[in-house]
């Protein structure tokens, strides 16, 4: 038994951080996966019970330094994170209003005389009472994460800013009180360092939360309270109270509150934000509808099917959830760097320290200790730790506005590697459901010919004889009733009408009868038969009196979703079960070159296999339900199903809504995410390699360090915000 638990995580400063909690838990008993997304500062641990607890997870964490919280939901996570940033907020303010004086003595080294600096500025003893709080007030927390991060034999972005400004700070007030050898003071060092890692946080969490767009305005679709329904009378009741069963009552403009079906009512619901479909659907008696979509203009009751917890919308949530914390292989190239980057910048600094104190400088200490604060604090690896989580968060979110589920943020990256697409027919590159598209009559009224079939047909449960049912109600306004049908195994059915028979079969039938009228219109049934559509006849008193044609027909943006697959360089190929002239007809309307019939569930995984083992990177794309074992067995199995339960249960992938554009549409947000990762992690590296050499030679002063350390990660932030704008 596997148990999963998400938490909030307190105290992460940079990617160091996240990777130090994934090693000590990794290495618990019983613990099978951990991933922690340092910039949704979340994490999800996947365990045995039978060898741990959650309350020793969260201990262990705890341990090496880190506030861990089960996550309840993600509104009470994002309330908590605006108290953080008005505690932020306020540190920076107090930090930036004590570091103007000391700025103003920093004006004195430069020689700049023209502009007056109070005698106040100067004294040794003023300076060291601002810097004081700072130091040990407001920077108090990178104290203790470099504590905790140095007792568990770790090094992080605490390591270098506590070693950086304690520096600065105490070699200060070394020559505070030491007589006439006060002129090199460097409080302001230490002040400013602070105050700009602080400004860099408050930034890069105000960008972060922008991040999080996706998964803000899907928790605003839920509601906490509905109207419940019962024995005439309406109450109110909280949405976790609700029962499968109960009945609900939504009136225009609210939003569903659970998902359920239609009992009462006829009215258009939007569910755009669930399917990324923006024109209404509408709903009756017997149809389902979700919870977040919004009633626009009939009063509905609905009886519900689902608890809270178990809605589209719940598991929409958790699958973004999950695919915005866990990572993408790309991602682990970052987390081994930074594994080993800390302890090399120290080394750096060390090493900096001695060449100028000895070497290019000799004696001054001063002058040495800053050249090493400026390059502890402008290695610091958070630019390089946020490059992927940000841009697969964007990019995840960006996707379920559009109905595409990404089940995991390697998913992402896989989804672009591949070559091939792979179609099942039915419900896929067709609608699914079988319609009328021809009917002919001989020698009946045509409103009499459909009222008779409609009454027989209505009857029977095959999908054919519901085609024909919804069709002949769409033309006549009243269809008798006859009492019962007798089924003709195999063929079709008949029933006796006003002392008549009356009888409604396939060409078969009444070709085996040896029928006397059939030859006269055999000639066009093989045409409609040609067409790839299902012909039945109907006969009364054993004369021919018409015929109507049945088709799965096209979906209307299959022809132009093929086209761009194939403009995107991906080959197409088609699998069915249907017979090999339909499948022929459908494949050639479609653009599809290549294709497979008759074949089975089990034969489509195979098939999938022997195209990869000739190479091919095959994404296979089929309604969620008979296509598991192809789905399955493809490099990415996306399924797709207008928001039923199993279309977000299968595959890798899940498209919401029925139309193959967003196959497409996904593969172009997998490259342009991944594009976004590379150009993050160019920037971090070239930020490094250009800055740690200008750190060195003492061209980046300390206080400028920090400054352009703070820019490196908010610049990060805000190229992966680019993805929110991706053109389809």
Request: charge should be positive; glycine fraction near 6%.
């Amino acid at each position: 038994m596997v148990e999963s638990m998400q938490i909030d995580i307190k105290g992460m400063h940079c990617s160091a951080c996240a990777t130090r909690i994934e090693k000590v838990v990794t290495k618990m008993d019983g613990v099978l996966k951990v991933n922690v997304n340092l910039a949704t500062e979340k994490g999800r641990v996947m365990f045995d019970p039978n060898q741990t607890s959650k309350l020793q997870i969260l201990n262990k964490i705890k341990k090496i330094g880190f506030e861990p919280i089960i996550s309840r939901n993600t509104s009470h996570s994002t309330e908590s994170k605006r108290k953080e940033m008005v505690r932020l907020t306020w540190k920076f303010i107090i930090s930036a209003i004590l570091s103007i004086p000391l700025i103003w003595t920093m004006l004195s080294h430069m020689n700049l005389s023209f502009i007056p600096i109070p005698e106040i500025f100067l004294n040794p003893l003023f300076q060291l009472t601002l810097a004081t709080p700072v130091q040990f007030i407001i920077a108090y927390p990178f104290y203790e994460g470099a504590w905790s991060a140095i007792k568990n034999r770790q090094a992080n972005m605490d390591v270098l800013v506590v070693l950086s400004t304690t520096a600065a700070y105490f070699y200060s007030h070394f020559l505070t009180f030491t007589p006439s050898n006060n002129n090199g003071l460097h409080y302001e060092t230490s002040v400013l360092i602070i105050t700009f890692v602080l400004l860099g946080k408050l930034m890069e969490a105000k960008t972060k939360r922008k991040t999080m767009d996706a998964i803000i305005k899907l928790n605003q679709l839920q509601v906490k309270s509905a109207i419940k329904y019962e024995n005439g009378e309406e109450s109110e009741t909280f949405i976790h109270q609700i029962v499968p069963g109960d009945v609900l009552l939504v009136k225009p403009g609210e939003k569903i509150p659970i998902d359920g079906q239609v009992v009462e009512g006829t009215s258009t619901v939007n569910e755009a934000m669930l399917t990324g479909e923006s024109i209404p659907v509408e709903k009756s008696i017997g149809n389902n509808v979700y919870s977040g979509t919004i009633n626009e203009n009939g009063v509905l009751k609905i009886k519900a099917t689902k608890k809270e917890s178990e809605t589209i919308l719940s598991k929409i949530i958790g699958i973004v959830e999950e695919a915005q914390i866990s990572k993408p292989p790309i991602q682990h190239i970052a987390d081994k760097f930074t594994g080993i980057f800390v302890p090399i910048v120290i080394i750096i600094a060390i090493a900096t320290f001695l060449l100028w104190y000895v070497n290019l400088n000799p004696g001054q200490m001063g002058d040495a200790i800053e050249k090493a604060i400026a390059v502890l604090i402008i290695s610091c690896p958070c630019a390089l730790g946020l490059a992927t989580p940000t841009s697969i968060m964007v990019g995840s979110g960006r996707a379920a506005q559009l109905g595409i589920l990404f089940k995991e943020g390697k998913m992402i990256e896989l989804l672009s590697k591949n070559n091939m697409v792979v179609l099942d027919k039915t419900g896929t590159i067709t609608k699914g459901e079988p319609a009328v598209t021809d009917i002919m009559v001989r020698n009946l009224e045509e409103k009499l010919f459909l009222q008779l079939i409609g009454a027989i047909e209505k009857n029977t449960n095959h999908p054919i004889a519901k085609a024909i049912v919804k069709e002949v109600e769409k033309r006549v306004d009243l269809i008798p009733n006859i009492g019962s049908a007798t089924t003709i195994p195999g063929h079709g059915v008949k029933a006796t009408v006003d002392g008549k028979q009356i009888v409604i079969a396939n060409p078969s039938y009444f070709k085996k009868q040896g029928n006397s009228t059939f030859k006269d219109i055999e000639k066009d049934v093989k045409g409609l038969e040609d067409e790839g559509k299902t012909v039945v006849l109907v006969s009364m008193e054993e004369q021919l009196q018409g015929m109507i044609a049945v088709a799965d027909e096209m979906k209307d943006t299959s022809e132009k979703a093929i086209a761009r697959l194939k403009k995107l360089g991906l080959s197409v190929s088609m699998l069915s079960g249907d017979n090999k002239n339909t499948a022929k007809l459908v494949a050639k309307k479609a653009g599809i070159e290549h294709f497979q019939a008759e074949v089975t569930p089990q034969m489509k995984a195979e098939l999938i296999k022997n195209y990869q083992n000739k190479g091919q990177g095959v994404i296979m794309v089929g309604d969620g339900i008979n296509d598991a074992p192809a789905l399955t067995v493809a490099n990415i199995g996306m399924a797709m199903g207008n928001g039923s339960d199993i279309a977000v249960d299968s595959g890798d992938i899940t498209l919401l809504n029925n139309d193959l554009n967003r196959i497409a549409d996904a593969i172009i947000i997998s490259k342009k995410t991944m594009l976004n990762v590379k150009q993050n992690f160019v920037w971090a590296f070239i930020y490094n390699i250009i800055s740690i050499p200008l750190a060195i030679t003492g061209v980046l002063p300390p206080w400028f360090a920090s400054a352009t350390m703070a820019f490196s990660s908010v610049s990060v932030v805000l190229n992966s915000l680019r993805l929110k704008n991706i053109r389809i």
